[in-house]
């Protein structure tokens, strides 16, 4: 898989809109970008996907920049609960032998109350 | 909502000795997975399954490890001889399908102490 570049850390207030970035330069032309979120002392969470158009599910959305190699994730209006460690990962549409995700280290956010 | 299970939630073992952790990943799901994240650190892919046999697995993924599904409901992952340096946390994930734009289920891991 290709490699993604996030923050390590990110601050921000609660009730406020957050953005995300990842950077992805190397990404193939049938790469999904994936993101998943890890909350404290719990399992991967999913929380979005897309391939070039921009995503919105009940969670967050997923921006998409016209030359793919770069995409945001925004949290509308962050909670306490957002505060997690959220991954970016690229995944091969064809699949292949049923590979693995590629975790990195993520951005760790941080919510103020 | 479905959601992958795991048992136990902790396990304390003692080096040298064999560990099952077992998973029920969503009944509709066809791939199987297995991650760990030692304490601090990233979470790494050991192995995915699908149709009873291992589709690939990681380096991680040595001969002290194997896979099963032993029915239609239960996947799991057996150490066979512990040792203090497999202590982390164990995440079963299953999927649909492998397609890319198909996303993974976590379960809420199992945690391994090997003392």
């Known amino acids: 898989d290709a490699k993604t570049t996030q923050p390590n850390s990110m601050e921000s207030n609660e009730e406020e809109p957050v953005h995300l970035p990842c950077n992805h330069s190397?990404?193939?032309?049938?790469?999904?970008i994936h993101w998943y979120r890890q909350l404290p002392s719990q399992g991967p969470e999913y929380v979005i996907h897309g391939l070039t158009s921009n995503v919105n599910n009940r969670m967050a959305s997923l921006a998409i920049a016209e030359d793919r190699k770069s995409s945001t994730l925004i949290l509308h209006r962050a909670t306490l609960r957002d505060a997690a460690v959220y991954y970016c990962i690229l995944r091969g549409h064809s699949g292949g032998g049923a590979d693995g995700l590629t975790f990195g280290k993520g951005t760790h956010l941080i919510i103020q109350p | 909502e479905p959601e992958v299970t795991q048992t136990p939630s902790h396990q304390v073992t003692q080096m040298g000795q064999e560990v099952i952790l077992r998973c029920v990943p969503i009944s509709n799901h066809l791939y199987f997975y297995w991650y760990r994240q030692i304490l601090g650190q990233k979470v790494e892919f050991l192995v995915s399954?699908?149709?009873?046999?291992?589709?690939?697995k990681s380096e991680i993924f040595d001969d002290q490890f194997s896979v099963e599904r032993p029915d239609g409901s239960n996947f799991t992952l057996k150490i066979r001889s512990t040792k203090l340096e497999d202590s982390a946390m164990y995440f079963c994930?299953?999927?649909?399908?492998?397609?890319?734009?198909?996303?993974?289920?976590f379960g809420p891991g199992t945690r391994l102490t090997v003392t």
């Open positions: 399954f699908y149709n009873n046999e291992i589709s690939e």
């Open positions: 190397t990404i193939s032309g049938t790469d999904y």
């Open positions: 994930a299953s999927s649909e399908s492998v397609r890319g734009n198909y996303e993974q289920y």
